[in-house]
Nanobody, 122 residues
Framework: VQLQACGGGLVQAGGSLRLSCGAS????????MAWFRQAPGKDREFVAA????????FYADSVKGRFTISRETNRNTAYLQMNSLKPEDTALYHC????????????????WGVGTQVTVSS
């Protein structure tokens, strides 16, 4: 099983994008979900997470106030609305399901997919 991310693209600084994430098999139920990103030459970093019910959300300091995570539980789909994009947001964005541990720790996640590229030009 993989969580497939889509919706990336090329956008100018200050613009917006909306990423979507869903299971490769519709019959799979997902729990807590999160978005991570990885820029060239850097480690994968936490962006945002949402719990199963959608009532608890967590954000990296670098995206607070600009990005919003949401989900449709009955469709096992998560979204990341990204506003006021900056060149430093350029990265490959992945979604994953939390299996164990802190929402912020990449080691506790599974079902990693290919990811979707977000490029922000200055």
């Amino acid at each position: 099983v993989q969580l497939q991310a889509c919706g990336g693209g090329l956008v100018q600084a200050g613009g917006s994008l909306r990423l979507s994430c869903g299971a490769s098999r519709p019959s799979v139920s997902t729990g807590d979900m999160a978005w991570f990103r990885q820029a060239p030459g850097k480690d994968r970093e936490f962006v945002a997470a949402v719990n199963l019910g959608g009532g608890s959300k967590f954000y990296a300091d670098s995206v607070k106030g600009r990005f919003t995570i949401s989900r449709e539980t009955n469709r096992n789909t998560a979204y990341l609305q990204m506003n006021s994009l900056k060149p430093e947001d350029t990265a490959l964005y992945h979604c994953a399901e939390r299996r164990i541990g802190s929402y912020y720790d990449v080691r506790g996640y599974r079902y990693w997919g290919v990811g979707t590229q977000v490029t922000v030009s200055s």
